[in-house]
Each structure stands twice: as C-alpha cells, then as structure tokens.
C-alpha cells in the first residue's frame, strides 16, 4: 500500500503555511506493511489491537487535532484571516458561500441562547428581589426595606446585614431639624430579639443570673403584665462587674399563664451571638427547661422620633374595628389622638394594636395640625389615661410564630389591589373597604423610654417603636410612614442624633463591651490605614502632637497594672485587655453622681454602690474585691467656652494652676456678656500671653483620665460637646480640685488638637 | 395638707399644651435670655407674624417676664397682654429597690403665663 498523503502536494515542512500545517496535522498516519509477501492471516483480536496500537494512537491524536469536525472550533475559525469577519459568528451571511451550509448545521447543533432582559427589567423590584434571593447569604442579610434604603442610601454591610448608612444627600442639619420640629424614621429592624419561653420562676432565675444586679429584676411587679418595656444591662454569668456584654430591651408577652410565659429581650446584632451564648449558659447552668430562640429577621422594627410621629402614627394606623383582642388598647388609641408628644406618656408603655393592611389607605393624607386644645371632656378623659395607664393594652398575637407568617407576602398583590381600585365602582380616590385587603396586621407599639429614671423628656427618647410581622406588611407601613412625611434616616444619622440628646449608642459609646472593642480595633486598623496611605506633609503629626493613640481610644492602659506593655497589636481575643469596667446600672450610676457633686472619696463610693445592690436585690453575692478603683463612667461634657473635641480626644484631669488660669479667663471673656461692653474697640478672643500659656502645652499621659468616644459641635447647644467614659477616681479627684466658686471642670484635647480646653461634666448611664 | 413626699426617684412628663406655632417663644429656666429676646425681636420685626406669644411655667414665670418687658423696652410701640394658666403635671416615681411596688405618679398643678407682644404703631418714613 502506498502511503495516501493530504490533498495537493506535500512540500517540505519548512514551508508549510498556517492552512497547510493544519490539515497536515490532520492526515492520518498509515502504518507501512512490514512484509508485503506473507499471505493474509486471520485475526486474532488482542493479537491485531497490539498490532494496530501505532494507528489507533494515530487516529485519535488526528481527531483531538481535526478540530473543526469534532466540533472544537467553528467553521468560520477555519477561515484565512483575511476573511475572517465579526458577525459571521451568529450571521451565515457573512461566510464565503461554501461555507455557509456548515456554518447553519453547527448553529442548529447549539443550544438556544437565552434572551437577555433589559437593563430596566432588571432594575424592577420584583426581579431584583429574585436576584436577592438566589444571592442571599445567612451573613448578609437584607432588611425588609432594603429596596427602598438601597435606591436612596448608602448602604453599608454590617453585622450580618445590609443597611443603610445615611441618605444619598448631605442632610445633617435638615435631619437636626426634623428631629426637633418634625418626625424621623429609622428602619431598626436589624436589632434582634430573642424569646425566651419557659415558666415564670424559671425565666426570672435565668435572666437575674446574668443582668447588672443594680437595675430592676425582669421579674419586677411593673413588667410582668406585659405592660411595660423594661431595659437593663447583660453581664457574662458570675463577672459583675465585669463580663459586660451589652445593654438590653425586654417585655413580657401579656396574656401567658404563669408556666408559659414568653419574655422577648431585644438586643443590638453587634452583640447578638454573644448574647445567645450567655442566655444558653445560664439555662444550662441553671438547669430549668427554658428555650431560647432567635427571632432574627422574623420582626421588623421602627423607630420613630419627633414631635410629628405621633400624629403620623396616628393617621397611618388604621385600626380593625373587629377585633377582639385589643378593644382596650383601641379605644386608649383613639383617646390619644389629642395627646401632643409621646413625652406625655408613662415610660416604656406597650399597646398592642391590630391594623388593617396598610396599602389600603395608602398614600396617607395628613390632616392639617390642631391649633387649639381638644374640648375639656377629652382633655380630663386623656389625663386619666395618663395618670393611671391600665394594665391590659398590651395583649398581642405577635408571638405566635405561625400567624406571623401570613405577613410575609400579603394575600391581595398590589396588582390584584389596583385592579379592584379601577374596577370598583365608587367615585376614583376612594379607599377600598378594608375587607378588600389582606388580614389585619398586629402591631406593638412602644414607647422607647425606658432607660430608666433618666431627666429625658426629649423627642429622640420618648419616641415611639413599631414593631411588625417582617415581610410585606413591614414595607407598606414604612412607605406610608415616608409619604406621611417622615424623614427616613441611617446608622450614622442615628448616632448623629443619640450625640445631639446626649445619649450613648451601642456599640461605638460602651467600652465595657466585646462588642465595641472589636469595632474599635476594626476602626483602627481602617484609620490608621487611610492616616499611613497619606504622605507625609498632608497627614496629622501625631508623635509632634504628643498623641499616643490617635485612632483608639486606649481605656485598657488607663487601668494596666504594670508596666505590662498593653500592645497595640493584640489579636481580637474575646477577653481582650482592652475591655473595661464602667458602672452603667442607673441606680449605681446616680449613686456616683450624687457622690461625686458632694465630693465623696472613691472608697465611700464603694460603699454606698454595695448597699445600693443590697438594696435593691439583697440576694445577690457580690464579688469581695468589688472596687471602683478602675471603673470608668460614662460622661458627657459640654465645652465651658469655644473648643471642639473629636472621636479619641483626651480627657484631662486640670492641675491647680490649670484651674487658676481657666478660671481667670473665663472671668476675662465674661466681660463681653455685659451689656456695657465697648464693642467698638477690636475683639481680642485671648491675650498674647493666655495663648503662649496653652498653646502646644499637653499634660503629661498620666494626668489622662477618659477618652472622649463622640465629640464634635453640638447644634442643639450651640458649642462643643462630647461623650465618653471617665475614671471614677479621676472625677473624684477633679471635684477635690474646685475652684473658689466650687466650679469643676476637666481639661479637653482632641487628637488634632493644640489646646486643653475646659469642660464640664455630666455623668450618664 | 401636704402629701407625703414618695420615695423613689422622680421623672417629670413633658405637659400637655397647644400645638407650637411660630410665633410661639416658650421659655425654661435653662433658656438662652438674650437669644430669645432677640428671637422675639426678630419675629416682630419681619412681621412674618402678627403677634409673639411667650410662655412660662413654674419657675421660667420670671424669666418669661422678664424677656416680655426686655423686649417691651427695647422697640417702640410694644404692647403687651398677660394671661395665665394653670397646667396639669405628672411626675412618674419609680421605686427602684422594691421589686413588687408599684409605679406611682404624683399629680400636681403649676402656674403658666402667656404673654401676647403685639407691635402696634409703626413710625413714619423709618425703617421697620
């Protein structure tokens, strides 16, 4: 046999073209005969397949390369580059003639492509949260609002959830504003609540085991009808005063007989794993029958602040006349129609109502505001109400996990609604009857002061949280809360506003917690990144500004006891050194401030903190070396003239003379408050020699007895103001230092800072 | 005759009152008492209302008095018209150390003025 070569001469290999060294490639090797004269033999086939190995090989290394009929490459692959053409792999028109029949075959062969959807289709709601829920990951969870933050916030990822940072526009001062005259809403539903199901005495055992023994018992008579929501502070079992773990929220569910009581405790999510953890330790330990369950994602929370919301409130809840349940609590509603401010109401109170679907009456219609008062017989009916709130306004179906799942989608779609709206019969505008819509919704609303005895009568404290059934019915109260005029703020307005009243927010103001110091170590490492990436003549010069730690606040090194190197580059242990004790309880907390102001030593604090536990829970075995030689309290200080402190500012304690000198200046500048004042002669703020007496001049690190952990210009008051935690001796000390007026004052610096300038203190919860 | 006073600590609720219009200046006794005065004088002045109504309860009685009679000083054709009030106040008391107590609320009464300033005669050719 002769050899069969390709199409057309062979020339030799060295010339060879593209074209030509591909189909060379897929010739076929024929092996040659061996002996040409021996007769034909019979097969014997492991014999032959031994035999015919070479071309076997051959074969298959021929098809591996004949890529075009194996369907490796197409046939307009194959073509000479310049004949090549860009359409002509989905256009068989663009192929020279011959090859189009191929072409077609090899298309018909492929699957069909799926029609892509429009960049507007992909945008619709409804496809985007198909796209969520084939891309949701349990750490990264989206609120019920998340579609309507997403398109007009900036969203952030934290603490396993998506939510919304702060509105698309630069909006502090407006959201100040609506604060104090308007409502704002703050979608808070990443908070989470954990239930707690078991009988009375055992629920109670479990939860005094682990709460700051200085607060009142979860078990006190006010709370347990479910009337009321109470607030206390989570330690690790056995650690009081240390261990802290995080500030917590928690009402009874009413209308539960004493064996299956239902206790809800709400907590910030920066704490939430935590949280469980202790809570299982304690039942573990205690050896009683109580569940814990999350209810994470299953609720969603609302709160909302400002003199507006009521009224809001009060237009967008339709309440169902029909039902049973909280006939109490709706006519208490409906009497509190007239009522200004939910600063009026008791602290903490619950009602449970039960609404009908919100998309019903959707958009809201404010009502124009009351100019006058209501007449006399609401007014005495309103103020009974006030002055003896019944018991029985808090029942609610809320608990019952089942009935909550009705709510995720609700029944009639917003299409099927707006089809019943065009095919009804009544005059255009007028509201479906309510039966059109889905089944009625239970609701809590809370009255959110319950931090305690606090002097609070603000806005932001007293406000009002709604909680829902997540899913559907969640979005459309929160639309209408928008449309009813309601500003929707993020976590950073939030805290924004929390620094404005002057209350700490979890976590970023409890340094006692895990939970603020993973964030803190989170916070300096971002910090000190973004300070690092700067070069070096744009960037603060801290070592010059004799600031040791510019992007912590170091509390742990305020306390060590040793020289023991408190590293900067501990790892994230969970009992890290860095976490401190603070006295938060708000019995303790005014124990020390009525103690401090008269000018108590540390050690007769001690004493007046122990009989305040006994008395308040006499059972309790407190630790023998409970001291308040390394407690911190939290602080707010307000600049007693000009100044500004910033996040990790330091908080000074003023030596004698530093007292003298202010104290002179601040006589100085009172001068200009006088009405006789010359204000024709040039406005010298300070003296050339004030300013060379303070300027750059920093108090050694020891005289450092707080951080500031909020600070910045404060609208409400008009100067400087800030928010931290201070070293219970360092206070006692500061008062020890009085002037002659007994006027007290700390000295202020924030990291830029070239000042130490005076504040006074407040000390908070 | 006096009650007893409760043991506990005590937490005053905000009263109830009117809705707030603009031209309504309340005053507490931690108010600024020069920039309400000004703001008084502000509101006057622009005209955007016709009258400025100061309120004060309790101990900011003075103070409202006293920011009334300032402003009555510092424009001509001032007059002023007083009323006063009484106002119905709850104080929450809560007993922190007895875990079975209930809540108690102190009921009490306090005075309240109002203070009308209405600008009357405005002087010719000169500038408001």
């Known amino acids: ?141 989206w609120l019920d609002t998340h579609l309507w933050h997403a398109k007009r916030f900036h969203m ?29 809403a703050h979608d808070a539903s990443y908070n989470i609540c954990y239930e707690l199901k078991g009988s009375l005495v055992d629920i109670v055992t479990v939860m005094n085991a682990i709460v700051d023994p200085s607060c009142m018992s979860v078990g006190a008579k006010r709370y347990l009808d479910g009337s009321r929501q109470g607030s206390t502070f989570v330690h690790k079992r056995g650690e009081f005063p240390n261990g802290s773990v995080a500030p917590v929220t928690f009402f009874w569910i009413s209308n539960c007989p004493d064996e299956e009581k239902v206790l809800w405790v709400w907590v910030h999510p920066a704490a939430g794993k935590e949280l469980q953890e202790v ?102 009916s309103l103020h009974s109400l006030l002055t003896k709130w019944p018991s029985n306004l808090s029942s609610t179906t809320l608990n019952n996990s089942e009935s909550r799942k009705t709510y995720l989608h609700l029944s009639p779609t917003e299409h099927q ?126 070592e010059k500004m004799k600031v040791a730690h510019p992007f912590l606040s170091h509390y742990g090194k305020l306390v060590a006891d040793d020289e023991m190197e408190v590293d900067d580059q501990v790892g994230l242990k969970k009992d890290d050194p ?37 008395s308040v829970r006499p059972g309790f075995s407190i630790p023998n070396d409970f001291s308040l030689g390394k407690a911190f309290v939290r602080c707010r200080l307000q600049m007693i003239g000009r100044g500004m402190v910033d996040e990790h500012g330091m908080i000074y304690l003023a030596s004698k003379e530093q007292v003298g000198f202010w104290t002179e200046f601040m006589k100085n500048s009172k001068e200009r408050d006088r009405d006789d004042f010359d204000w024709s002669k040039p406005l010298v ?41 201070c070293l219970i001796r360092g206070l006692v000390e500061t008062k020890a230092r009085a002037n002659e007026q007994g006027k007290y004052f700390v000295l202020v610096r924030g990291p830029k800072g070239r000042i130490c300038r005076p504040a006074e203190f407040e000390i908070l919860h | 005759m006096p009650q007893p006073k409760p043991t506990g600590t005590i937490t005053k609720r905000a009263p109830q009152r009117k809705p707030t219009l603009e031209s309504d200046v309340y005053v507490s006794r931690k108010s600024n008492f020069k920039a309400l005065c000004k703001r008084c004088e502000t509101l006057l002045k622009t005209q955007k209302v016709s009258h400025v109504m100061v309120h004060g309860l309790g101990a900011a009685v003075t103070k409202a008095v006293s920011i009334a009679l300032a402003v009555k000083d510092s424009m001509p054709g001032i007059e002023l018209h007083v009323t006063t009030s009484t106002v119905n106040l709850i104080d929450d008391v809560i007993n922190e150390d007895d875990e079975n107590a209930d809540d108690q609320v102190n009921e009490r009464k306090n005075s309240a003025i109002h203070i009308r300033i209405t600008r009357t005669t405005k002087v010719e050719g000169a500038l408001p």
């Open chain 1, 1 to 141: 046999m002769e050899q069969k070569g390709g199409s057309g001469a062979a020339p030799k290999k060295e010339f060879l073209n593209a074209k030509q060294r591909r189909v060379a490639k897929q010739v076929i090797s024929v092996q040659p005969v061996k002996n040409q004269d021996a007769p034909a033999r019979s097969i014997n086939v492991e014999e032959f397949v031994h035999a015919r190995q070479y071309e076997i090989t051959a074969m298959e290394s021929a098809l591996k390369n004949a890529t075009e009929f194996t369907g490796n490459m197409r046939v307009f692959q194959t073509l000479p580059r310049h004949m090549r053409r860009r359409a002509a792999s989905y256009n068989v028109k663009r192929l020279p003639f011959k090859y189009r029949q191929r072409a077609i075959d090899q298309i018909s062969k492929e699957k069909p492509q799926p029609i892509k959807k429009s960049r507007r289709a992909k945008r619709r709601p409804g496809a985007i949260f198909e796209m969520f829920q084939k891309r949701s990951k349990e750490d990264k969870r």
């Open chain 1, 156 to 184: 952030g990822h934290k603490w396993g959830f998506m939510v919304g940072l702060h509105p698309n526009d630069k909006s502090t001062r407006a959201n100040f504003r609506a604060s104090q005259h308007a409502s704002i």
């Open chain 1, 279 to 380: 809570l299982q330790e304690s039942v573990n330990s205690a050896n009683v029958s109580v569940s814990v369950t999350s209810l994470k994602s299953q609720l969603s929370r609302f709160e909302l602040t400002g003199p507006r919301s009521h009224a809001i409130l009060q237009e967008t809840l339709k309440l169902d006349p029909n039902c049973t349940n909280s006939t109490e609590a709706r006519k208490a509603w409906t009497l509190l129609e007239h009522l200004r401010t939910p600063a009026s109401l008791p602290a903490g109170v619950i009602l449970g109502l039960t609404i009908n679907d919100p998309r019903l009456t959707f958009p809201p219609k404010m009502k124009p505001r009351a100019t006058g008062l209501p007449p006399a017989s609401i007014q005495s």
């Open chain 1, 417 to 542: 609604l707006n089809k019943a709206r065009s095919e009804s019969l009544a005059p255009p505008g007028t509201p479906l009857p309510p039966s059109a819509g889905g089944p009625p919704i239970p609701i809590l609303l809370i009255q959110r002061n319950s931090i305690g005895s606090t002097d609070k009568t603000g806005e932001f404290v007293n406000g009002w949280d709604v909680i829902v059934p997540a899913g559907t019915a969640a979005v459309c109260l929160w639309k209408s809360f928008i449309f009813a005029g309601s500003h929707a703020v993020g976590i950073y307005d939030r805290r924004r506003i929390c620094f404005e009243v002057g209350i700490a927010s979890f976590p970023e103001d409890y340094p006692e917690t895990c939970a603020h110091v993973l964030w803190a170590l989170e916070e300096r490492d971002r910090k000190k990144a973004e300070w690092e990436r700067k070069p070096k003549a744009k960037r603060v010069n801290y």
């Open chain 1, 578 to 614: 860095l976490a401190v004790q603070v006295v938060h309880g708000s019995k303790l907390v005014s124990v020390v401030k009525q103690g401090v102001s008269a000018g108590d030593s540390v050690t007769v604090l001690e004493k007046k903190c122990v009989e305040a536990i006994k």
């Open chain 1, 685 to 725: 703020e300070s003296t050339d020699e004030e300013i060379e007496a303070v300027l750059d001049k920093f108090p050694s690190d020891e005289q450092i007895i707080g951080y500031v952990s909020n600070g910045g210009f404060s609208m409400a008051d008009g100067h400087g103001s800030a928010m931290g935690c």
